[in-house]
């Protein structure tokens, strides 16, 4: 036999449940446009049970019957953090590459080859009138020039190196962050859960910071039972690899640290590894790994032709540019028969400091034309400098100017070759990102059609309260009356 | 597939930057006129952009040597073109004085304009182009030929003609001594060594100069010493000495004077000089070759440079056009989508 009051209780947990689906609509709406969030779903069982026997229907209420859970695939988070590192790493390259190319232009006029061409042109038109001081002059101002973009170029990528390897000292601190609040968030979902909350606030944060650090290197993700609920739901902790080792360990985390070290030949060097036993770390892909890439790579054995590539290049170019003309110009004379003088300081042979000679800078007509004393119209020794200019034996490559050519070609291939990277995981991290969208996202057309109906459920369950108010009414007055 | 709000607007935003990238550079090469701004974007074009580059710029200068050059062996060419005329002027008073019938008078007159002749052939061999001297080989600054101290006639400070001729009444003992003066100080040979060189092309140069032993002559052959050896016979001289430096110690040799033998030795130096002439002709005339070689090679590698990297505007337009195209359709649409959502319907 049914009981009195089982009608009005019956509607009670109807009119719950229609709340509990208005509130979790709202707050679906509430976050449609929050990064991280994911949509909420009631669970909803039907809340009763019906026994045939004695032909008596029963109604049982169970309290558990709307449960709330969130809409996540597991499958596409995982293929979204082995796809973030590809992305992350092409980014920071296409990025610092691009700042490099802008530092080594050649295809404007203000670049190493453009000041060579000039510095040939000068030469040539000294040529054509040797006892001109002004010809010499220009000759000076061309050899500064040419000095002075080699300096600036040598030192625009020393500065990128300085902030690349600010950017991985940075990198670092955020890994090391990001693993230590995922550990935490691992310790508080579980107690959340544990004392019967809903943690799925936190699960959101904690995927958001994976999805964070999975942009910063590599990382493998698996899912740990770290727990059971009161109802015997397990609950579910991220235990993170990056490579063989471990980074979040459940409610532990294990930090890596930097070290910068500096050799006898001032090339800078940056190492990353555990900051628990000092074991070396070395990170796959991500963006961790490109700024590594970027500051160590020398080109050697296979290495990322980095920036210390790049400027070791210009170091043998300036090398070379000094050795070479500076024997031809110390063999020759100068108007005053002066002899034995170098065209660019000999001590400054690297590219960050070649220089023009200091008794040129103050005595153009130094400039050492002749092949022997006292002869004013002997060019011999500026046909030498300009053939040894234009000579195409100079480098394995060919000419100064092929030289140079060679290596912005070279830098502007890696970035075509990194452009062409970048789009791809772009494109792939945007297609797996739609997917997890596509289900954990928050359409507001159907949160709202939601609305409408729990209102009219809402509604319905009012007026059926209503029904029994005046059946229990009947009851009471009518009959005890 | 279930569609979601940020789903929509993620996408959308993606292709909207897309589209927004791409009319970027669209802009970019209508508003520059080249294909690419960077290396990166077109690696192999962008390589031999530099090259060309680096070709004009080099062609440009070769066409700078070349104007020089031609300037320079014009003013020698003229310059040997007066020696010419000066030979030839020569030979004629020669031919008129080897006549028996020659009076007194007549010769003094001859003598007077032999004297003329050698004073013009002084300048001449003094020639300067924009105040270098023409043929003083690497002296540009001071005039080659002169007349030192000891009446003899130097060459960039050596002695031009020391093996004479000297006039037979200087004494032997004063011809010897000076020739130990200035036996290690003087010019034997007639070779050049000192060429001043323009680069015309890529591994084509061309010699600009014409040294004055080459064209003059050194010893007792050479224009200076021939037309010396016209006025001592119009003096009425009959012979002269030189030194004979083959012998240790060098001896002094006299010699017969003859006007008629002289108009042989003057047709040897003419000859000489005709093919000097030639000689600069033919290296004028190679410039020139190169000249127009030069201005071919500009054009072909502007032509190179201009389809390596220029755009074709026509086709940017139209790409541009429907860049832009596209974008106004996916802000329409995005307009459309974003906007309506149930919503706006439930009032």
Not at chain 2, 49 to 65: H, K, P, R
Not at chain 2, 100 to 123: N, P
Not at chain 2, 246 to 257: A, F, H, K, S
Request: glycine share 6%; proline share 2%.
């Amino acid at each position: 036999m049914a009981s009195t009051f089982g009608g009005i209780s019956l509607c009670s947990v109807g009119l719950y449940n229609s709340q509990t689906n208005l509130y979790t609509a709202n707050v679906n709406i509430n976050n449609a446009g929050t990064t991280g969030y994911s949509r909420q779903i009631v669970n909803q069982d039907p809340g009763y049970t019906t026994t045939m026997s004695n032909g008596v229907v029963a109604v049982g209420i169970n309290p558990d019957a709307v449960s709330i859970e969130q809409s996540r695939s597991a499958y596409l988070d995982q293929r979204y953090w082995n796809e973030q590192p590809a992305l992350g790493e092409w980014e920071t390259k296409t990025n610092m590459l691009s700042q490099m190319e802008s530092i080594l232009n050649e295809l404007d006029d203000t670049g190493i080859i453009a000041g060579l061409d000039a510095l040939n042109q000068s030469l040539e038109t000294l040529t054509t009138e040797p006892q001109s001081i002004a010809a010499k002059t220009a000759v000076i101002q061309e050899v500064i020039a040419l000095s002075d973009t080699l300096n600036s170029s040598s030192q625009q990528l020393y500065d990128l190196q300085t902030s690349v390897e600010n950017d991985i000292v940075f990198t670092v601190d955020q890994i090391n962050q990001k693993t230590a609040e995922i550990a935490n968030l691992n310790d508080e979902i579980l107690q959340l859960e544990l004392s019967g909350g809903n943690a799925s606030a936190l699960e959101d944060q904690r995927n958001l910071l994976i999805d964070e650090l999975s942009q910063l290197t590599d990382i493998s993700v698996m899912e740990t039972t770290i727990g059971t609920t009161s109802d015997g739901q397990s609950i579910i902790g991220y235990t993170i690899k990056s490579g063989n080792s471990l980074l979040v360990n459940e409610g532990t985390s294990h930090a890596l640290e930097t070290t910068e070290s500096i050799n006898a030949d001032g090339i800078r060097n940056v190492s990353i590894s555990w900051a628990e036993n000092g074991q070396d770390y070395t990170p796959n892909s991500g963006s961790l790994k490109a700024n590594l890439d970027l500051m160590n790579g020398d080109g050697t054995s296979g290495s990322y032709k980095g920036i210390p590539y790049f400027m070791n290049d210009l170091d043998e170019f300036a090398s070379t540019l000094v050795t070479e003309l500076n024997v031809i110009h110390e063999a020759g004379y100068g108007q005053e028969n002066d002899t034995g003088i170098s065209l660019f300081d000999p001590l400054s042979t690297s590219a960050l400091n070649i220089q023009l000679s200091s008794e040129l800078l103050e005595h153009p007509e130094q400039l050492a034309l002749s092949s022997q004393p006292g002869e004013a119209g002997n060019t011999e020794n500026l046909s030498a400098l300009i053939e040894c200019l234009n000579d195409t034996s100079t480098f394995g490559e060919g000419s100064f100017n092929d030289y140079i050519n060679k290596l912005t070609t070279e830098l502007g291939s890696d970035i075509s070759y990194a452009n062409n990277k970048l789009e791809s995981a772009t494109g792939l991290t945007m297609q797996i990102d739609l997917n997890r969208m596509s289900i954990s996202g928050v359409s507001v057309d159907e949160e709202m059609s939601s609305i409408v109906l729990q209102q009219q459920i809402y509604d319905a369950t009012a007026k059926m309260m209503q029904m029994w108010n005046e059946i229990i009414d009947t009851t009471i007055t009518q009959l005890g009356g | 597939m279930r569609v979601t709000n940020m789903m929509m607007m993620k996408s959308m935003n993606y292709n909207l930057e897309k589209n927004l990238s791409n009319m970027n550079d669209m802009y970019t090469q209508m508003s520059t006129g080249k294909s690419f701004q960077a290396a990166s974007e077109d690696p192999v074009n962008a390589s031999k952009s530099v090259l060309y580059t680096s070709y004009l710029t080099e062609i440009e200068q070769y066409q700078a040597n070349a104007a020089d050059a031609t300037s320079r062996l014009s003013v020698t060419e003229s310059s040997i073109g007066n020696l010419q005329e000066v030979l030839e002027q020569s030979r004629e008073l020669t031919v008129q004085a080897a006549n028996e019938t020659l009076s007194e008078d007549d010769r003094l007159v001859v003598l007077a304009e032999v004297e003329e002749l050698q004073e013009q052939l002084f300048e001449i061999s003094n020639a300067t182009y924009a105040g270098d001297s023409v043929f003083g080989g690497y002296n540009v600054t001071e005039a080659p030929f002169e007349v030192n101290g000891d009446d003899l006639l130097t060459y960039n400070g050596s002695a031009l003609c020391l093996t004479g001729p000297y006039p037979e009444t200087m004494s032997d003992i004063d011809i010897i001594s000076l020739y130990n003066i200035y036996e290690t100080d003087q010019i034997t040979s007639e070779l050049s060594d000192q060429n001043m060189v323009y680069n015309v092309g890529d591994n084509s140069q061309v010699d600009v100069n014409i040294e004055g032993q080459e064209l003059f002559g050194a010893g007792e052959n050479s224009v200076f010493a021939v037309m010396e050896k016209l006025r001592m016979a119009l003096e009425g001289d009959t012979s002269y000495k030189t030194i004979n430096n083959e012998t240790t110690p060098p001896t002094v040799i006299e010699q017969e004077l003859d006007i008629s033998s002289l108009i042989e030795e003057l047709d040897d130096c003419l000859d000489d000089v005709r093919s000097t002439k030639a000689e600069v002709g033919a290296r004028k005339s190679y410039v020139e070759m190169t000249s127009n070689r030069l201005s071919q090679d500009y054009y072909t590698y502007t032509a190179l440079l201009s389809s390596n990297e220029d755009v074709d505007i026509a086709e940017v337009s139209m790409n541009l056009a429907n860049a832009e195209a596209v974008y106004s359709a996916s802000l329409a649409s995005g307009a459309k989508i974003i906007m309506p959502s149930l919503v706006d319907f439930i009032r």
